[in-house]
């Protein structure tokens, strides 16, 4: 019952939000976050001989990147920017990066946290695309959190950086990789309740 109320919930934001004359199946589900990657890094586990205690890397910089990272759940497509920082000008440019890589006859609906920077008129003169907000304090309802540590384990874990640039070029091989597969992306960010039509 628990799971049916959030689909129709969620059916019927994305109804209210989408133009009129927009089918559901003309509807595009993207997700979206940002995360940050840097000098204070992530460590996880690492392969040893049995008994012997590996030493991890951990640095004491404090240089970053973040990622802005949007999938599309119902074609795999992707779009992300890496910036050294977060407001709410970059996010309305990243809304329009996804904007331009929207068919014509689509309507991308894109769900996203409640971050300061995420708010109701970043997609006011952005025909087609609309906002749907998660609700507060629930980022594992955001599936895109799966690809943060995704990133992390595959790629940017135990590892150094010699700066800004290095970071950057990291996060950017790493983000490549992942999208590289469509059926990755589409299997690891879909969920039930983001269904439109039963």
């Known amino acids: 019952m628990k799971f049916k109320n959030i689909l129709k919930k969620f ?18 589900i ?11 890094n992530t ?10 205690r590996p030493l991890a890397v951990k640095q004491q910089q404090f240089e970053y990147a973040y ?14 920017m890496v910036m050294p920082y977060v407001n709410k000008d970059i996010m309305h440019a990243h809304l329009k990066q996804i904007s331009m890589n929207t068919a014509e006859d689509r309507h991308a609906v ?3 946290d409640g971050a300061g920077w995420h708010t109701e008129d970043l997609a006011i003169n952005i025909n087609n695309v609309s906002i749907i907000k998660l ?8 599936p895109i959190e799966q690809v943060w540590s ?7 874990a135990n590892r150094c ?6 970071i950057v070029d990291a996060v950017c091989d790493a983000w490549n990789d992942f999208v590289s597969d469509s059926q990755r992306v589409i299997k690891m960010c879909t969920r039930d309740w983001m269904s439109l039509i039963n």
């Open 110 to 112: 894109i769900i996203m």
């Open 135 to 142: 609700p507060p304090y629930s980022p594992e309802l955001n």
């Open 67 to 80: 990622l802005f990272g949007s999938v599309c759940v119902t074609n795999g497509q992707s779009q992300a």
């Open 11 to 28: 059916q019927i934001k994305t109804i209210l939000k989408i133009p009129g004359h927009i089918s559901l199946d003309n509807v595009d």
């Open 161 to 166: 950086f010699n700066g800004y640039e290095s």
């Open 150 to 156: 995704w990133l992390r384990q595959h790629h940017l």
């Open 43 to 52: 460590t996880t586990k690492l392969w040893a001989k049995t008994g012997s």
């Open 30 to 40: 993207w997700i979206q976050d940002e995360a940050r990657f840097g000098q204070q």
